[in-house]
């Protein structure tokens, strides 16, 4: 059974970084495109990042750019969200989220597996 599971949310102040991570089980996911998404209460889920296979290609939705990183270790079925320069407008909860092809994506229905997500909590 596939199982994706991210870590690494929590309460940090405005300006602060975290780095998350998802970690895949019950399938090697090194030739599927990865991404990061987001839902803050009362909003729509939205895309953050994406990764292709070979993490040689990254795409960021424009509000996290230069603040966020996508990065992934094929070796250990993970995939990683580098946050720095938090703010309040970061606070969410991070779904990861596994591609149908190798490619990057920013399209919900381009993925297949989903993560159950992590908090995120950006406050003074």
């Known amino acids: 059974q596939v199982q994706l599971v991210e870590s690494g949310g929590g309460l940090v102040q405005p300006g602060g970084s975290l780095r998350l991570s998802c970690a895949a089980s019950?399938?090697?996911?090194?030739?599927?495109?990865m991404g990061w998404f987001r839902q803050a209460p009362g909003k729509e889920r939205e895309f953050v990042a994406t990764i292709n296979r070979s993490g040689s290609t990254t795409y960021y939705t424009d509000s996290v750019k230069g603040r966020f990183t996508i990065s992934r270790d094929n070796a250990k079925n993970t995939v990683y969200l580098q946050m720095n320069s938090l703010k309040t407008e970061d606070t969410a909860v991070y779904y990861c989220?596994?591609?149908?092809?190798?490619?990057?994506?920013?399209?919900?229905?381009?993925?297949?597996?989903w993560g159950q997500g992590t908090q995120v909590t950006v406050s003074s």
């Open positions: 989220a596994v591609g149908k092809t190798l490619w990057i994506s920013h399209y919900e229905t381009e993925y297949d597996y």
């Open positions: 019950g399938r090697t996911f090194g030739n599927n495109g």
